[in-house]
């Protein structure tokens, strides 16, 4: 059972344009969600992360929408560059008694931005 | 500079063999995980382990297992190799105490059991 649902599984984006990629989730005991970005090779790493008592959070280019009665997030990626290609992952955490933490994450979108 | 380091960047191993991922993290932090990732599927939680000695199921537990005697090494273990464990292997690491916590991956481990 995937517990947060991402989708699309890939993307082309003209260079400039805007990037969208949509996650929603179940467990209303998740507190965090961030995005990963993945690089070819490379581990994934965090790019922009927001609690569900903000409805939206901007880092550059970068923009989390969050609407906790749906249950649904979005990353958008403003005047998206080739350099932007990666895959990318939304997750949601879940905080357990006694300190212990884990994160859930989705299936990935493969972004490719065309010159 | 935070680091998660895995010792094998890639590993090919026979069918039945014993077989060990080791993770290194070196900034103190109490929890640490293990995932696999394949296309389509995305990261899958293997084990997780919020404190020396603890150890939690996650997911995808069947055939895999953990050990983490040290707070900054957390290992895991393929009792008996096989060819649908051919994966991606990420180990990652995150604070407990903060509700803010950024998740730190290593470069990955690409196992391919023959």
């Known amino acids: 059972q995937q517990q947060v649902k991402q989708s699309p599984q890939s993307l082309i984006v003209q260079k400039g344009g805007i990037s969208i990629i949509n996650c929603a989730y179940e467990n209303t005991a998740f507190d965090y969600f961030p995005w990963y970005q993945q690089f070819p090779g490379k581990g994934p790493a965090l790019l922009i992360a927001?609690?569900?008592?903000?409805s939206e959070k901007k880092e550059g280019r970068f923009t989390i929408s969050f609407n906790k009665s749906a249950k649904q997030f979005s990353l958008h990626i403003m005047d998206s560059q080739p350099g932007d290609s990666a895959t990318y992952f939304c997750?949601?955490?879940?905080?357990?008694?006694?300190?212990?933490?884990?994160?859930?994450f989705g299936t990935g979108t493969q972004l490719k931005v065309e010159l | 500079d935070v680091k998660v380091t895995q010792s094998s960047r890639y590993l090919v191993k026979r069918t039945g063999e014993k077989v060990f991922l080791e993770c290194v993290q070196d900034m103190d932090h109490e929890n640490m995980f293990w995932y696999r990732q394949d296309p389509g599927l995305g990261l899958r939680l293997i084990y997780f382990s919020y404190d020396v000695k603890m150890k939690e199921k996650g997911d995808i537990p069947e055939g895999y297992s953990v050990s983490r005697e040290k707070k900054e090494r957390f290992s895991l273990i393929l009792e008996s190799a096989s060819t649908n464990q051919t994966s991606m292997y990420l180990c990652?690491?995150?604070?407990?105490?903060?509700?803010?916590?950024?998740?730190?991956f290593g470069q990955g481990t690409r196992l391919t059991v023959v």
């Open positions: 997750a949601a955490r879940r905080e357990f008694t006694g300190g212990g933490n884990k994160l859930t």
């Open positions: 927001i609690r569900p008592d903000v």
């Open positions: 990652a690491s995150s604070l407990s105490l903060f509700i803010q916590t950024e998740a730190f």
